[in-house]
């Protein structure tokens, strides 16, 4: 069989090779050159019923036109390409177009108009990694899932994703979006199970729209320079496993009423101008029953720590796999469509974690005021003595006065 599909590659054009070969040919891992610009821009020779075309990989060059006249198709697949320049206007006018991944080419503008068109249905949309820039571009207003993240987008968020009244995951992360937070955000929380905003230049207060928020599992608004305080709306995020406000402007006492969120599992307030003491009674147990990474490193905190301050870090007492009731390896959000992603600090060198291993820990209290003697309960934390692929910690620094 790998005989036969090897000389099919040599001698067949593409313009005659059905479509299903190319993800089969792909499955096996053949290198793709055949497909070329000609050949793929071509309309002869593929059928005009397609359903799915699954071309991710090809080393394909340009938009292929033949698809502008696929009026049935439902999903289309052009990732990890090497096309370049405009998305054309035409594929947001295929009328069953439910799912499109154009993520991983080099696309740097939308042809044309910047407006949805209504007749588009599409549910999710994949941009992300490419070269886009100006205004983010929302084809649809039924989405569920849009990914723009790792491009050059720029102006402030569209509030045109409002609109979008079923989203499940929103990631606009590493872009150039400047402005405050759309308060019309706060309509898509019924649903929202994935708002990453990180890694931009968004500015103003960080808006207090969290009152229906009881779906929402991730929320990152890293990297940027919000300010103002921690919202208290957060406490309806009942759901919530990740939050990270990191490397912002966020003025504010230790949130420890978060402690009441129990599935909270990363908690990330490094780099901002947090303050004061972090237990207002001392005695009171620290909570968070499910916190397994803890950075607040950089901030204003100060004060001593009780000696049982992390006796109520039952994640990280545990000794053995995540008991958290999932087989994954890695934490995931929107029903396991969404892998999470964290930069933690280890001797003095930061690591960025793509995905987050769900038997991660870390703690970071490093760069505040603290004094007295590290808590003793520390030891209780059996998590943090695991093999060095588990375990990432930086010692906290204590100073005496």
Same mark, same amino acid.
């Given at each position: 069989m790998r005989h036969v599909l090897w000389q099919l590659q040599k001698h067949v054009s593409v313009s005659f090779l059905p479509v299903f070969l190319f993800g089969f040919l792909q499955k096996f891992r053949f290198p793709l050159s055949i497909v070329s610009t000609a050949n793929v821009s071509s309309t002869s020779g593929f059928a005009s019923e397609l359903v799915r075309l699954l071309l991710s990989g090809c080393n394909i060059t340009e938009f292929p036109e033949f698809v502008s006249s696929q009026r049935d198709m439902l999903n289309l697949d052009l990732s990890n390409n090497k096309i370049r320049g405009e998305i054309p206007d035409w594929l947001w006018r295929l009328p069953q177009l439910n799912v499109l991944n154009l993520s991983h080419n080099a696309f740097s503008s939308f042809h044309g108009?910047?407006?949805?068109?209504?007749?588009?249905i599409l549910v999710s949309v994949d941009i992300s990694s490419n070269m886009f820039q100006g205004p983010l571009f929302v084809p649809s207003r039924y989405l569920r899932y849009l990914s723009a993240k790792g491009n050059h987008f720029s102006g402030e968020i569209p509030e045109s994703i409002c609109a979008s009244s079923f989203m499940r995951i929103l990631d606009l992360s590493n872009n150039s979006f400047t402005g405050s937070i759309p308060w019309c955000l706060r309509n898509l929380q019924s649903d929202l199970a994935v708002m990453n905003l990180g890694h931009n230049h968004l500015s103003g207060s960080f808006p207090d729209m969290f009152a229906n928020g009881n779906s929402l599992e991730s929320l990152d608004v890293s990297h940027n320079r919000l300010g103002g305080k921690l919202p208290k709306s957060l406490i309806n995020c009942t759901r919530l496993e990740i939050l990270n406000v990191g490397s912002n %402007?966020? %003025?504010?006492?230790?949130?420890?009423?978060l402690k009441s969120l129990q599935e909270?599992?990363?908690?990330?307030? %490094?780099?901002?101008?947090?303050?004061?003491t972090i237990c207002g009674l001392t005695e009171l147990p620290f909570g968070f029953p499910k916190l397994r990474v803890i950075d607040i490193s950089h901030n204003q905190f100060l004060g001593a720590l009780p000696s049982g301050f992390f006796a109520n870090l039952k994640a990280m007492v545990r000794?053995?796999?995540?008991?958290?009731?999932?087989?994954?390896?890695?934490?995931?959000?929107g029903l396991g469509y969404y892998h999470d992603s964290i930069v933690l600090t280890n001797k003095g060198v930061q690591l960025e974690y793509t995905r987050?291993?769900?038997?991660?820990?870390?703690i970071d209290f490093s760069g505040n005021r603290l004094h007295g003697e590290i808590p003793q309960s520390i030891g209780l934390l059996k998590d943090l003595r695991r093999s060095a692929y588990r375990t990432t910690i930086s010692r906290a620094t204590f100073r005496h006065v």
């Open positions: 108009s910047l407006e949805g068109f209504p007749a588009t %402007r966020i %003025r504010d006492s230790f949130p420890l009423w909270l599992q990363v908690l990330v307030l %490094r780099s901002n101008e947090f303050h004061g000794v053995g796999p995540a008991e958290n009731g999932s087989e994954s390896m890695y934490m995931q959000a987050i291993l769900t038997v991660l820990t870390a």
